[in-house]
């Protein structure tokens, strides 16, 4: 069974940074995109970041400057740094990825545990 594991939230100051990190596990055959989302009680789960297999990032206007997306292929993880935060960054925090599971070609999304991201002011 295929999972992503998230780390990485955590309390931070309004003003502070922190690095989320996606590791995806299991039979993985490929990995496609991958992203970022995050959620609040009450809001529907808005698109973070976002991040082709060739590395093309896209960002929320919230975020753009202040985030970073990147992976590594490799070890199959996608990261998340989060810099100059804000109290409105609070949420949680889940990673996304389009995963080839099997030897038949095609993607299936996946959606990590979540991680909670808290900012203070």
């Known amino acids: 069974q295929v999972q992503l594991v998230e780390s990485g939230g955590g309390l931070v100051q309004a003003g502070g940074s922190l690095r989320l990190s996606c590791v995806g596990t299991?039979?993985?055959?490929?990995?496609?995109?991958m992203g970022w989302y995050r959620q609040t009680p009450g809001k529907q789960r808005e698109l973070v970041a976002k991040i082709t297999a060739g590395g093309v990032a896209n960002y929320a206007d919230s975020v753009k400057g202040r985030f970073t997306i990147s992976r590594d292929n490799l070890k199959k993880t996608v990261y998340l740094e989060m810099n100059s935060l804000k109290p409105e960054d609070t949420a949680d925090y889940y990673c996304?990825?389009?995963?080839?599971?099997?030897?038949?070609?095609?993607?299936?999304?996946?959606w990590g545990q979540g991680t909670r991201v808290t900012v203070s002011s």
């Open positions: 996304n990825a389009a995963v080839r599971t099997s030897i038949e070609y095609r993607w299936t999304d996946y």
């Open positions: 299991g039979t993985i055959f490929g990995i496609n995109g």
